[in-house]
């Protein structure tokens, strides 16, 4: 109990932001059909919606069991409390409950963040620091109402183990970005992005040079036809070691799929196994320079036919 009350002394008030707006396209998807300013063909696993730019981009429909808003984020049930931003520092601690405007820095060791909601009213929603060790966050609804871009949903920075599960990441430039080692990502719906800087570099979920020891399954990463892409890894800055992507719905981007080895250190032991991607603006996937990773029973996420590489 002492716990707890020490964590939500950490909470400062702040003023509130209005909500996002609602997704876009969710009235594409409930309707079931592409909206007449952006008509364009759709297929078995995939629709298209509009922006607010009536620009068309692609959206997953996902199964029953892919995670998606109905099924995964806060919990339902769980009344959360009005909140400002949270830092923790105290090891063990727990935060849960909580409707936070602003943001969740952790700086320590073996904390859970579950069944929070974030606005972030800055740049990152939940940023775990190198000192935030073996961090768990799962069941979280994280967003952003930034307007100054490079936001990022979760961020992990330097820290030495981390689990993102069952979270609803939506309306930031980057979903969720890694560096670091050894990360679990699971069961996650991030989509939607949203960017305003000059030069967005929007990309679903981004893995960092320097990390290593990362396994990405039943995710469902979902970003527009003029993002970066769904997924993205590179060498240029440090080597990439042990990255193992399965069962995950990858849609969105230019490259839908991106790992670009044109750096000088190494990037090894990539893995892309049994997953669902749809063709991005170029194509389904890029690989380049000394990114060689074993490529295995991927899908086209329209139709069910087994993708080669870089077609």
């Given at each position: 109990m002492s716990l707890i009350l020490l964590t939500i002394a950490m909470v400062s008030t702040v003023s509130y932001a209005a909500a996002p707006p609602l997704g876009r396209g969710a009235a594409v998807?409930?309707?079931?059909?592409?909206?007449?300013?952006?008509?364009?063909?759709?297929?078995?696993?995939e629709v298209f919606g509009c922006s607010s730019t009536r620009r068309a981009y692609l959206l997953a429909v996902s199964d029953g069991s892919s995670p998606k808003s109905s099924n995964i984020g806060v919990a339902t049930g769980v009344q959360l409390k009005p909140s400002g931003p949270v830092e923790v520092d105290t090891p063990g601690a727990v935060i849960s409950g909580l409707d936070v405007?602003?943001?969740?820095?952790?700086?320590?060791?073996?904390?859970?963040v579950r069944n929070v909601r974030v606005n972030a009213g800055t740049w990152g929603g939940i940023i775990t620091t190198a000192k935030g060790s073996d961090v768990l966050i799962e069941d979280c609804e994280v967003f952003s109402t930034w307007m100054k871009g490079s936001t990022k949903g979760v961020l992990?920075?330097?820290?030495?183990?981390?689990?993102?599960?069952?979270?609803?990441?939506?309306?930031?430039?980057?979903?969720?970005?890694l560096q670091g080692s050894h990360f679990v990502i699971e069961d996650n719906y991030v989509h939607d992005s949203e960017a305003h800087g000059e030069d967005p570099h929007t990309?679903?979920?981004?893995?960092?040079?320097?990390?290593?020891?990362?396994?990405?399954?039943?995710?469902?990463?979902?970003?527009?036809?003029?993002?970066n892409s769904s997924f993205t890894v590179g060498n240029n800055e440090g080597p990439v070691d042990n990255i193992r992507l399965e069962n995950?719905?990858?849609?969105?981007?230019?490259?839908?799929?991106?790992?670009?080895?044109?750096?000088?250190?190494p990037i090894t032991n990539i893995a892309i196994i049994g997953n669902r991607i749809a063709k991005g603006v170029y194509g389904y996937t890029s690989f380049d320079g000394l990114c060689v990773p074993a490529f295995e029973k991927n899908s086209n996420l329209a139709n069910g036919v087994l993708l080669t590489p870089s077609n």
């Open positions: 998807i409930a309707a079931k059909i592409p909206a007449a300013a952006c008509t364009a063909d759709s297929g078995k696993g405007t602003g943001y969740i820095l952790v700086n320590a060791s073996n904390v859970t992990f920075d330097g820290n030495s183990g981390g689990v993102i599960r069952r979270c609803n990441i939506h309306n930031v430039e980057d979903g969720i970005y990309d679903s979920f981004q893995i960092s040079a320097g990390t290593s020891n990362v396994v990405v399954r039943g995710n469902n990463f979902v970003y527009g036809d003029n993002d995950n719905i990858f849609a969105g981007g230019g490259y839908t799929v991106r790992c670009d080895g044109r750096g000088p250190y």
